[in-house]
């Protein structure tokens, strides 16, 4: 038996709208999402900023701190901060789908998962501070 | 069909590794950029960054994010209607992560 | 006392005659127990003949009446009117793929990546039947079973933002299928299966996620996708860091 092929001249295309992420808040948060990874580039990229001008001199250096204490930059940093957020947590929920790790022959279950990496990342977050509060001079 | 040698894994290996150095490192040290240093509540002269071992960690930290935000971004430019011009991006993207990791070598080994 | 009603705006489409799909209202009879596919079905029996739409087992198993209730990719015998009531439904043809007609979408391009994963057991050395079966532990079984459970309704197509840009890509179903035996112990064709890797295979997917949320079986093919990311990616790396190695 043939298989009966549509009349392709007949067959109505619709068209996908450049705004399709518009049209649904779960295609809207996938939107923020991938655009959290701009404003990462963005900060580190000031934060290179920042390493340039120490090599520069230790005027240098402690001017364009000076810089990041106005208002304007500490916006960024707060918008940056809420974005790396987001980032971090739909990361670690995206790990818990990828990862099946098991207690003997369970699986553990994605929230939980989830809630190991962001109980991780505070650990690592603690590390980080304590270190440079014990390093810089 | 002929399998097309692809070398995506390699930029999906970057992004993958870039996404996990942003997860669980970028927020604290915006913290410490962006508001601890700023605002007086700690002081920070650099000294900590001559250290070899630190140039090393904050090279790792800078660069694997950016190849995180290039793949991630030229794919995101390819989903809102822009890939016409697909290769021009792919250069962009991919490329200014090259570039970058030059220059984040270069700006630590001046330190 | 009258009988409660609810509206049903159903696109219409006929390719002899209509240049574009139009939207068509019918109020039915608003029954606590109906779901969309009893609406659609009364429509036809009773109101107007000559809507055109696809459905069979009307349990959630056979997917053949996959639609767009209110924007969302749903099996029609699945989306219940007590849950959009007293609010109008629209039902629209599955997005992302041509309209034959009225509800009816053409998937010739489902079927044709279907079966360009070479979705059966490929052996490199065929057993006889004389040996016997194949023997596979329970947890062998386990990698792969839930890929086993789609029923080819094409709901993660039309949730699928990537596919609706890129008619290209492999898409959720076919590539978690060539997952699921790329993940069969039974199975040793996974370099044939090289369609998975190429562009507008795995590599189109940015994880929206949506083919899962949607999914009816709950297949997870964002799951696959990702997983086959991974070893993918892993094979690459040790095939160029460490080329002594064969698999």
């Known amino acids: 038996m043939s298989a009966v092929r549509p009349d392709a001249s007949k067959l109505y295309h619709r068209k996908m709208p450049a705004t399709w992420w518009l049209t649904k808040q779960s295609y809207f948060l996938f939107m923020l999402r991938e655009l959290s990874s701009v404003f990462v580039a963005l900060f580190l990229v000031v934060y290179l900023c920042q390493l340039y001008q120490l090599s520069q001199g230790p005027d240098a250096y402690s001017a364009f701190t000076q810089k990041l204490s106005s208002p304007g930059w500490i916006l960024f940093h707060l918008v940056a901060l809420l974005f790396a957020l987001y980032h971090s947590f739909t990361w670690f929920q995206s790990s818990a789908v990828v990862l099946q790790l098991r207690i003997g022959e369970r699986l553990i279950s994605r929230p939980i998962v989830t809630a190991l990496h962001v109980g991780a990342w505070a650990i690592v977050s603690v590390v980080v501070l304590v270190l440079f509060l014990a390093l810089k001079s | ?111 | ?247």
């Open chain 2, 1 to 111: 069909m002929a399998t097309e040698k692809t070398i995506e894994p390699l930029w999906w290996g970057l992004f993958s590794a870039g996404g996990v150095v942003a997860a669980f490192l970028v927020p604290i040290h915006i913290i410490l950029v962006g508001f601890a240093v700023p605002l007086g509540w700690t002081t920070d002269t650099g000294a900590l960054y001559r250290l070899w071992w630190v140039k090393l960690y904050l090279f790792v930290l800078i660069v694997l994010p950016l190849y995180h935000w290039a793949h991630r971004f030229y794919f995101t430019l390819n989903d809102t209607g822009l890939k016409a011009i697909n290769k021009l991006l792919a250069v962009l993207c991919y490329g200014g992560a090259i570039v970058g990791t030059f220059v984040t070598a270069w700006i630590l080994l001046k330190i």
């Open chain 3, 1 to 247: 006392m009258a009988e409660p009603t609810i509206t049903l705006n159903v696109t219409r489409y006929r390719p002899d005659k209509d240049r574009a799909p139009t939207t068509q209202s019918y109020v039915v009879p608003y029954r606590e127990d109906w779901v969309v596919l009893d609406a659609l079905n009364h429509i036809k029996d009773q109101m107007d003949g000559t809507l055109s739409y696809r459905w069979s087992c009307r349990m959630g198993v056979c997917g053949s009446c996959g639609m767009m209730v209110n924007g969302t990719p749903k099996l029609t015998c699945a989306a219940f009117l007590r849950d959009y009531y007293p609010q109008e439904i629209r039902v629209e043809p599955l997005v992302n793929f041509p309209i034959i007609r009225d509800l009816v979408i053409d998937m010739t391009d489902f079927m044709d990546k279907l079966k360009s994963v070479k979705p059966w057991i490929i052996r490199k050395d065929e057993k006889p039947v004389s040996e016997g079966e194949y023997l596979q532990t329970p947890a062998e079984l386990e990698a792969f079973h839930q890929f086993t459970q789609c029923i080819n309704c094409m709901l993660c197509y039309a949730a699928c933002p990537v596919y609706g840009l890129e008619p290209k890509f492999l898409g959720p179903a076919a590539i978690a299928l060539g997952y699921r035996y790329n993940m069969d112990s039974r199975d040793q064709g996974k370099d044939q299966r090289e369609i998975l890797g190429n562009h507008d295979g795995i590599w189109d997917c940015t994880f929206v996620g949506e083919c899962s949320v949607v999914c009816p079986k709950h297949v997870d093919p964002a799951a696959a996708i990702q997983r086959s990311k991974v070893d993918t990616t892993k094979n690459w790396f040790q095939s160029i860091l460490m080329p002594w190695g064969q698999r």
